[in-house]
């Protein structure tokens, strides 16, 4: 059982830390930041190669002396403006108002309605979309919608949402009030189809909306009449359908009624509107671009930040400040209970922001550089036909020759520079003797009950000098809690998992304390009972990161320089491949708004490194009579090109059998594998890498004499950051160049084969989105396999 006094201890932590939160009264936590004595009104903040720029909708009459609204209307433009040097850059449109922007995987969309010819100013019934890769060239504007009848199309607003696009517009259709909004779906950008019944604002004013997807829920800024006077507020949706309005006393951002002199307005009027509120996440602030003014002749531009990122901003407005709550984790938003690492706690009560990176961290740059990993899936499941969901008796597990060393120098036989073992697995089998429960290695035959798994792996580990690693399961089906299996944020929780968190941490507090430094903790996604998507089954609402988040401060606090796999804080993510696979062109970087692209939450952003696993055999468990499913070497060297050296890490599984010895058949094979990666980078050709004298653009490697070539590996020096956005590799051949070998990402590693070219040289020439590009190596070889 759990030591009593640790436990009270540790349950009075929660419920003071969740106490501080329910007496706290509501407070707007967005900052203005100042006036930029501009009259825009509607515009668009957004990030594009890890810059800010600003979209803006510029009408034509503000630059005219003495002109009214609406004239030369046809030459207003939608602009893009780079906000740190404060150029324009291009103009995506003109003969168009109400744009805005949307960024997906490396291409900015603007949408905007097209004032078409020979129509009364702002009688839009088209919205035109272009794009384009570069900011400078934007393709043939083409029409996305078209309005129905007598309608009118007036602001828009565009995001990525679970797994669809999703476009609101205004429109004046007579059927509701002005201004309501509609909302809309497609899975390419131009193909748009209504949502049935998905409508905001039927029964009030509403105007000027921006549209985000945060944590599964849609939000939505939008503009709240009161006496003669307009602020934003902001409402949510799960399905655009049923919305959830914040409390009337909290407006997003409202005006500020002593303000006077205003652009292009009479001077003695002061401020009653605020409105167009936009906002985008940069630099770990979220962006806020609002106009005040009077809803007449212009706006007055103004600019507001928030020290967060924007679903923390967002769940702020919702969160309910009166209520006491009595148990964990009735509450949501980013609660962290206990264990609070010092550089991480704030004085206010709150917990503080995941901060958004852009290079690894020393313990991230760490892990990417070991890059090959071991596996070890080892416990009752090997005993059961490899049934990881069952749970046998206890006294299942009797290895008889148990050889941990015998694990290590398998794992190094094929390069691996870290072992990650299953301590615990989905059934709940502890292989250390654990205070918490008797379902572990204390009720095993082996070593009469007093043997510990987990310690002879680390003891030989440290004899071999490979780094630790630790696999802890969320989900524990001898306790009775997990989630279900479900898809990403549709899962539920399954069993009490108020009862069961202490538990959790006071066995993840065992491992993290008794066996010396930690260097990789293994998070799995499936049946996490702390997962960031976990709901309440009855009420269907999201439980919140409190105890994902709480789980991580622990780590951080206990072993500071091991990285995380999984949880709602993740240091490393997975590839989406359990065939040891990885996409290309691979990012580091995971944007605000791709989380859920990229198997984190969405709560998640900055450099996070992706990783891929491979189990050898049909099942990550040791079956009998399963030799004859290993991977062969072919299929394992093409498995490690395409993650390694795809810029991806690489873990490699193995599995002890009910001896406690990986089968001879597997030491074997993985042996083969490790040979065949030495002799093919046995013997580099030649080998350059960038110079700080040297224009860091271009490389090249002289032969001096014709060589064949047919290999290349390419390395970023990634502890700055990741920069390369193309690369190209070209040979000299009858005295002039010939491409070779082209690519796009590099970062950590990138493996190349092309066709077999003779040459006296090479050159290589890449492009990215600053000076800050560095090529740490760049080595071509002759591959005869």
């Known amino acids: 059982m759990i030591n009593s006094t640790k436990l009270f201890n540790f349950l009075m932590a929660c419920l003071i830390s969740c106490n501080v939160l329910a007496q706290t009264p509501f407070e707007n936590p967005i900052k203005k930041q100042g006036r930029l004595n501009s009259p825009l009104v509607e515009t668009s903040p957004f990030v594009f190669q890890n810059k800010l720029y600003l979209l803006e909708n510029n009408q034509h009459f503000w630059d005219v002396e003495g002109a009214k609204p609406g004239e030369y209307f046809h030459e207003d433009e939608i602009r893009i403006r780079d906000l740190e040097s404060g150029k324009l850059i291009s103009v995506p449109l003109k003969n168009h108002g109400f744009g805005t922007v949307l960024t997906w995987k490396g291409i900015v969309y603007v949408f905007a309605g097209n004032y078409g010819k020979e129509k009364p100013w702002r009688q839009m019934t088209e919205i035109t979309m272009t794009s384009s890769k570069d900011l400078k060239n934007w393709s043939k504007p083409r029409t996305v919608l078209k309005a129905s009848g007598q309608e009118f199309f007036f602001n828009t607003a565009v995001c990525r949402g679970k797994d669809k696009f999703i476009l609101l517009y205004e429109t004046n259709d007579p059927y509701w009030k002005p201004f309501t909004f509609r909302y809309l779906e497609s899975t390419d950008l131009i193909n748009w189809k209504e949502i049935p019944d998905a409508i905001y604002g039927t029964n009030k004013y509403v105007g000027g909306p921006a549209l985000y997807y945060e944590g599964g829920w849609y939000y939505t800024l939008y503009l709240e009449a009161l006496n003669k006077s307009w602020e934003t507020h902001i409402t949510r949706s799960k399905e655009l359908i049923q919305w959830e309005d914040a ?15 205003m652009p292009l307005t009479d001077p003695k009027i002061s401020e009653n509107n605020v409105s167009d509120v936009e906002l985008c996440y940069f630099n770990g602030k979220t962006i806020l671009y609002f106009t005040g003014g009077n809803q007449q002749i212009a706006g007055d531009l103004q600019r507001a930040t928030y020290e967060g990122t924007p679903k923390q901003l967002f769940e702020h407005f ?66 059961i036909e490899s049934d990881m969901m069952s749970v046998p008796a206890a006294d299942v597990f009797n290895p008889s020759q148990l050889d941990a060393e015998q694990w290590v120098k398998t794992a190094k036989s094929f390069g691996a520079k870290h072992i990650v073992l299953t301590a615990k697995h989905h059934n709940g089998y502890c292989l250390w003797p654990t205070e918490t429960t008797d379902y572990s290695i204390k009720k095993s035959p082996w070593k009469k009950g007093k043997g510990d798994v987990v310690a002879e ?11 630790v690693g630790l696999y802890v399961s969320g989900g524990d089906k001898h306790f009775g809690c997990s989630s279900t299996p479900d898809p990403q944020g549709e899962r539920k929780i399954v069993g009490d998992i108020h009862r069961y968190f202490p538990v959790f941490m006071e066995q993840l507090r065992e491992l993290l304390t008794n066996y010396g430094e930690i260097s990789y903790l293994w998070f799995d996604g499936a049946y996490d009972p702390f997962g960031w998507d976990i709901m309440d089954p009855k009420t269907m609402q999201p439980l919140g990161t409190a105890y994902g988040d709480a789980i991580h401060s622990m780590v951080k606090h206990l072993q500071p320089n091991a990285v995380i796999m999984g949880g709602t804080k993740p240091d490393v993510r997975w590839s989406g491949s359990e065939q040891g696979w990885a996409a290309y062109p691979l990012e580091n970087i995971v944007r605000p708004g791709e989380g859920l692209e990229m198997w984190v939450g969405p709560q998640n952003a900055g450099w996070i490194p992706a990783e891929a696993n491979l189990h050898t055999r049909s099942t990550w468990f040791w079956t009998p009579d399963s030799d004859k499913t290993l991977r062969d070497i072919p299929f394992l060297k093409n ?3 395409e993650t390694i050296g795809r810029g991806a890490n690489l873990l490699v599984n193995m599995t002890p059998d009910t001896t406690g010895l990986i089968p001879e058949a597997e030491v074997k094979r993985l042996s083969e594998f490790g040979k065949t990666l030495e002799e093919t ?27 064949k070539v047919n290999l290349l590996i390419l390395e970023e020096d990634i502890q700055h950051g990741q920069y390369i956005d193309t690369y190209k590799v070209e040979a000299y051949v009858d005295r002039q160049w010939k491409t070779i070998a082209e690519g796009q990402s590099i970062g950590r590693k990138r493996i190349q084969t092309f066709p077999v070219a003779k040459t006296s040289k090479l050159r290589l020439t890449i492009e990215g989105k600053d000076e800050r590009m560095f090529i740490k190596n760049f080595t071509v070889y002759f591959s005869v396999k």
């Open 247 to 261: 409390p009337k006393d909290r407006p997003f951002v409202t005006f500020d009624p002593t303000h006077f002199n």
């Open 318 to 383: 919702f969160e309910d400040s009166e209520r006491n709550m009595e148990s964990p984790p009735e509450h949501k938003g980013n609660w962290t209970p206990v264990l609070t690492a010092p550089q991480e706690q704030t004085m206010n009560g709150k917990s503080p922001t995941f901060e958004v990176t852009n290079k690894p961290s020393p313990q991230q740059l760490s892990f990417q550089e070991r890059q090959l990993g071991a596996f070890i899936h080892y416990g009752p499941a090997a005993y």
């Open 457 to 467: 792996f680390v003891k030989a580990c440290r004899k071999y000098d490979i780094k």
């Open 639 to 641: 498995v490690y090109f």
């Open 681 to 707: 980078f046995a013997k580099p050709l030649g080998s350059t890498s960038s110079k700080d004298d040297q224009p860091n653009n271009q490389l090249v490697i002289d032969f001096h004499k014709k060589q």
